[in-house]
T-cell receptor, first 110, second 115 residues
């Protein structure tokens, strides 16, 4: 079945550092790919998405490109802020239900 | 616009007790689902529904029951709670036709502890 493999955490960075969180997937079809973010004590919020190969999703300075050849959807941000501290989930779907990765906890220190 | 509302936010149960986690959405979404979140395991699908009167099992359905009598509500029942069901539970909903551009909306979660 479909699966998502995410970079193990936790990840700790200094403010203004460059961020990469790796995500690879296995799917039989052509899924849509998503990054969700979970701030402390809250539910999951959609951060960005890409629905087909070579699409780039972007939001709040974060970017991820749908790479079919490497089955990857890595999350990047050029300069992180303390407010980016959260848990990040990579997910895929070929319908209304999602398959999630295990999540990566990101902590940004001033 | 309330979105997806889950109650309660926190609950402590003793082993063997029963309870119902409530979930309601006001977006007229056909799809509703329940996930549990455990450390190191991400979110795993428990049960889902594609519309009123229709439910199906997800990845980890054992120990849980669901029903969908209305479009708005999708309660999750624990008939006899076990410590292994200690987790954070999330309800989510989505529009069947718009899922690609408007994927699942999540509630704020219910933190459940079974002693």
């Amino acid at each position: 079945g479909d699966s998502v493999t995410q970079m193990e955490g936790p990840v700790t960075l200094s403010e203004e550092a460059f961020l990469t969180i790796n995500c690879t997937y296995t799917a039989t079809g052509y899924p849509s790919l998503f990054w969700y973010v979970q701030y402390p004590g809250e539910g999951l919020q959609l951060l960005l998405k890409a629905t087909k190969a070579d699409d780039k999703g972007s939001n709040k300075g974060f970017e991820a490109t749908y790479r079919k050849e490497t089955t990857s959807f890595h999350l990047e941000k050029g300069s992180v802020q303390v407010s980016d501290s959260a848990v990040y989930f990579c997910a895929l779907s070929d319908g209304p239900l999602l398959t999630f990765g295990t999540g990566t906890r990101l902590t940004i220190i001033p | 616009n309330a979105g997806v509302t889950q109650t309660p936010k926190f609950q402590v149960l003793k082993t063997g007790q029963s309870m119902t986690l409530q979930c309601a959405q006001d977006m007229n979404h056909e799809y509703m689902s329940w996930y549990r979140q455990d450390p190191g395991m991400g979110l795993r699908l428990i049960h889902y529904s594609v519309g009123a009167g229709i439910t199906d099992q997800g990845e980890v359905p054992n120990g849980y029951n669901v029903s969908r009598s209305t479009t708005e509500d999708f309660p999750l029942r624990l008939l006899s709670a076990a410590p292994s069901q200690t987790s954070v539970y999330f309800c989510a909903s989505s529009n069947r036709a718009l899922w690609e551009n408007q994927p699942q909306h999540f509630g704020d979660g219910t933190r459940l502890s079974i002693l």
